[in-house]
């Protein structure tokens, strides 16, 4: 969009913001200039981007070709050129799309839980951070690509440990049937495109991860019937590499493509890359220490990670808990509640960037004649890049405190 239109939906979204604000709505505490002009932090009353989040959005580490993602999408997409399909590639769209790209598009009801501001980044009440890549399966169909590759950083409110990052990248891929193919194979529609989704899927598990023995799980997404996992077997565990389906026809019809069948898949760059090389936390791919970024180069991928060079840790940093005990509040004559785990995480991440490494529940009990429940949360605060001190941690400490006080509503203990 061009800039004006920007600077004018922001006027507008100022304009709508409500007048009379209750009187429980803490006042934000970093309210800067570069926050009121931010795209992403809009000033709607269902925005809930934060400014650590926004400065995440545009690191396009996907399109780095000596990034451990970018090398494993360069990957990814050199096997499906090689094969007899031609595949588009997609990988600028911007992150930003309508909650009817994101959901309704997909035939995501209203009621999922996907939807809720408490697992998804708004920028306003119809905009929002993608949270898969599936968002752009209809505009791409729509434009008339039958197969294609469509990679993107996704956003996800979620829990905060190793594994979890509230951005990360997801590749999607979609092909399209005719009509002559399943009917010159004497087959259903719909047992084309599963058997067809088989092979070339199964293929780019080996390309990636060697001769492994390999898995698909039912599964279950409202935008394909039937939907599959397909797993591995690597390192001693079952790993998920993607989830895929039939693509449901009303997403075809929609596309005015109502006479044809297609299926589609969308997997996570992180995922494979922490298994393939070995990188112990999800936080390092965002990392700009010359330590992690030297130890990668494009198209130094070998499947399986048999002979590759693996990621060599450059030290562990010793972590810094801190646990808090808080009764949560009440819930609102409604039912609903400031307080959730993801609500938590956001605003530990908000004072603490990517130093956190893991929130997690340590103890949880009733008090029957308070009719209180209390929690005590531990916070794991680590860098990837330097010892921390006390006197940081602390101050990070007491502004989580102060904002879970403001934000959550809890009352400490
Ligand atoms: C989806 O996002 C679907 N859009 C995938 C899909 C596309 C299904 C097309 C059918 C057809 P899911 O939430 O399971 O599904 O995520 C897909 C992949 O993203 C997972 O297999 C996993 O590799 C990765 N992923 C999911 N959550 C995270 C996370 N928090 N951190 C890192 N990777 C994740
Ligand atoms: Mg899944």
Known sequence: MPRQGVVMLLAVARALRPVARSVRTPVRPRSTVAEAESRFITGHPDCNVTPYIANLVGRDLHKKSAHPLGIIKDRIEAYFAGLETSYDVFDGEDPVVTT???????????????????????????????????????????????????????????????????????????????????????????????????????????????????????????????????????????????GCGVMEMQILEEAGLGDKRAWAFGLGLERLAMVLFDVPDIRLFWSDDKRFTKQFEA?????????????????????????????????????????????LCEVVRDAAGSLVEEVKLIDEFENKKKGLTSNCFRIVYRSMERSLTDDEINTIQEKVREDMVAKLGVELR
């Open 100 to 242: 009817t790209q994101c959901f309704d598009d997909l035939n995501i009801p209203p009621e999922h839980p996907g939807r809720s501001k408490s697992d998804t980044y708004y920028l306003t009440d119809t905009e929002l951070l993608r949270t898969h890549t599936s968002a752009h399966q209809s505009q791409h169909l729509r434009q008339g690509h039958e197969a294609f590759l469509c990679t993107g950083d996704v956003y996800r409110r979620d829990e905060i440990d190793a594994s979890h990052f509230p951005a990360f990248h997801q590749m999607e891929g979609v092909r399209v049937f005719e009509k002559e193919e399943w009917e010159s194979k004497g087959v259903e529609a719909v047992d084309l495109a599963r058997d067809e989704l088989r092979t070339p899927l199964e293929g780019l598990a080996r390309h990636l991860f060697g001769d492994v023995e390999m898995r698909w799980v039912d599964a279950y997404f409202p935008f394909t019937e039937p939907s599959m996992e397909l797993e591995i077997f690597f390192k001693g565990e079952w790993l998920e590499v993607l």
């Open 299 to 343: 198209g130094m991928f070998k499947a399986g990670g048999v002979d590759m060079r693996k990621f060599k840790p450059y030290s562990k940093y010793p972590p810094c808990l801190k646990d808090v005990s808080f009764w949560l509040p009440k819930d609102a004559e409604d039912g609903s509640n400031l307080f959730s785990e993801n609500n």
